[in-house]
C-alpha cells in the first residue's frame, strides 16, 4: 500500500471517527453532569486533558478498525502462522511495497503503547501495555479470519505487538525526562536506554537487512521459498530420470533504468503516436511509473527493470481486431514503435486481431531476449495497445549451477515456494522439468529449474533457484 493510500484511508476514517468521538463524549458528558454530579452527587473532576486524550483515542481506534476490517472485501478465510515469513518473502522479492507494509504494520500499533500509560495509571507498568497490545492484535487478526477480510498471520500480531512496545518506550521515555526530577542524569540515561532497546533493535536490523541485500552481488528470487512444505503425506510420484552432472550455466544483466530513462522512452513511445506525456498526470509507483498523454488517448506504463512497457489507446479500446496477419507483418507495425524483434520467434495468432510473441533467451546480435510482447491490430492496421515484456539482456557471468538431481532432491524436502494448498494425502507428479531464466530483484536473469508437475489433478509450476551457494 502507498502511502498516499494510507493517508486517504485515514482522513476517511478518521471523519468517521470524529463523528463517532462526538457523540460519544456528548452522551458521557450528559452522563456526568446529570446523572454523576447531580443526581449521584459526586466530587471527581472531570479532567480536559484525559477527555481530550479519550477522544484521540477513539478516533485512532476507529481508523484501525476501518483499516484492518471495514476497507476490505470478504473472501476465504486464510491462516499463516509461518513465523517471520513476511519477512522472508518481502526479502526474496525486495519489493519496497511488501517492506512497507511490514513497517506500517508496525508503526499502526505504536500509539496503543503510546497512550495507554497517558490514559490509564496501571499501564505504566510495562507488562499490562504489552499484554493489552497483543491481545489487541490477536483480536483484530481473530476478527478478519471470522469475518474473511483478511489472512490470520502470526507475523502481523508480531508487529502489532513489537510496535505497541516501541509506542510505550517512547512515551516512558519522556515520562522519565519530564517528570522524575529528583532521578540523577545516569540513571535517566539508563532507564532511557532501556526503554528504547526494542527501537534500537528494530532499526539496527532493518538497517542490517538493507545493507547485506546492497553489498550482495546479485539479486533475490520471489520464487524462493518462504517456508519448507510438509511432504510427510505427499505421495511424489516421477517417470523423469534425473541426472547429477555438475554443470554452469550464464546469469544475464538487464537494464534497470531510472525515471529519467522511463521519462524518455514514453516520450519517444508516444511521439509515434503524434502526442507527447502530460507532465501533470504521472503516477509514479516503487517498480512502475505510470504516464498519460497530453490529448488523453493514451496511457502507458513503464517498468523501471528492463524498462518493459504497457502502451494503451483508450480511444480504441472494444474495436474489431485484424485476424490472420504473418509474424513479419505484425513485426513491420510494431516497428513503427521502433520495437525491434529477431526474424524469428515464438509467434501467436490468438484470434480477433490479438498476437503474442515469445522469446527464451534468444541470442540477437550482441544480446539476448527474453520475454512475451503482446498487441492487438485493430481492423485498419493499427496498433491499439501492446504490452512489451521482451527484456533485453547480456551475459554477466557464468556460475556452478545445482544439478537436475539435487534440483528434484529440493523438491522431495520441501525446500520450494508453492501457492497451492496441499492437504493430507496429495499426490505430486513431475510431469516436465527444465532450466529456464527468471529476474532477480536487481534485474539479473538467473537460471532456475522449472518443474511442471500435476497436483491432485491441477497443473501447476514448482521454480528451484539453480545457482549454487547463492
Known sequence: MRISQVMTLARQYMVLGIIGAFITISLFLIGYFLVYKKLMKGNKKLKASK???????????????????????????NVNLHLFSSYKDAYNSFSLREWRNIILNILMFAPIGFMLPLIFKKCEKWYITYLTGF????????????????????????????????????VMICKVIFRRKSTSQKSKGLTAIIYQLPLLITVISFSVIFINYSKQELGNLSSTNIYRVDMSTIDVSNKLSFDNKLEKAYVYEAQVGSKEDATSLANHILSKVNTKIDSARINEYDDTIVFESENGSYGL??????????????????????????????????????????????????????????????????KYLNGVLTCTIDKNGIVTNFKNNIISCKPYKEYEILSLKEAYDNILAGEFKMFHVFGKNSKLEIIQASLTYKLDSKGFYQPVYDFKVNINGEVDNISIAALRNN
Open 51 to 77: 477527555l481530550g486524550l479519550w477522544s484521540v483515542f477513539f478516533i485512532y481506534i476507529i481508523i484501525v478498525l476501518g483499516a484492518t476490517i471495514g476497507d476490505r472485501f470478504p473472501g476465504f478465510a
Open 135 to 170: 491481545v489487541s492484535a490477536l483480536f483484530i487478526e481473530t476478527l478478519q479470519l471470522i469475518s474473511k477480510r483478511g489472512i490470520f498471520e502470526l507475523d502481523d500480531i508480531v508487529n502489532n505487538t513489537l510496535g505497541c512496545i516501541i509506542g510505550y518506550g517512547i
Open 301 to 366: 506504463w513503464v517498468d523501471y527493470k528492463g524498462l518493459t512497457t504497457w502502451f494503451i489507446g483508450s480511444s480504441q479500446t472494444g474495436t474489431e481486431g485484424k485476424e490472420n496477419l504473418t509474424y513479419k507483418e505484425v513485426q513491420a507495425l510494431l516497428s513503427n514503435f521502433d520495437i525491434d524483434l529477431p526474424e524469428e520467434a515464438d509467434f501467436k495468432d490468438n484470434g480477433k486481431g490479438e498476437y503474442s510473441i515469445s522469446m527464451d533467451m534468444v541470442k540477437y546480435g550482441e
